[in-house]
């Protein structure tokens, strides 16, 4: 069983920045690849990022492209999502998903049905 756990959010202002990160309390987490999702009231939960198991394969939704940075570090367990340039827009709670399917390095799911575990969310708002 993996659990993950989200910290980070927060409220901020427009342009203001946050990282938020995730962090797993037991597995071989080097394995998995890792996702932000994120969910706004009243819409349905999207993939934000992605990493894959060594980092060297990530993906970026089209609208925070440029704006937020995957990454990882293997030997503390943990994600992190940098997010720069933030929108209102960006609201919503973001939940850190682990696809622990072994699969080739560079195939990165944005289906919420191919992550097995997840975190159970952390508040982004950015607000003025």
Not at 43 to 67: C, E, F, N, P
Not at 112 to 123: C, I, K, L, S
């Amino acid at each position: 069983q993996v659990q993950l756990v989200e910290s980070g959010g927060g409220s901020v202002m427009p342009g203001g920045s946050l990282r938020l990160s995730c962090t797993a309390s037991e597995g071989a987490f080097r394995n998995y690849k890792i996702a932000w999702f994120r969910q706004a009231p009243g819409k349905k939960r999207d993939a934000v990022a992605a990493i894959s198991w060594l980092g060297g394969h990530t993906y970026y939704r089209g609208l925070v492209r440029g704006r937020f940075t995957i990454s990882r570090d293997n030997i503390k367990d943990t994600v992190y999502l940098q997010m720069g340039s933030l929108k209102p827009e960006d609201t919503a709670v973001y939940y850190c998903a682990a696809d622990v399917t072994p699969s080739a390095e560079w195939l990165i799911s944005t289906e919420e049905a191919d992550y097995e575990f997840w975190g159970p969310g952390t508040q982004v708002t950015v607000s003025s």
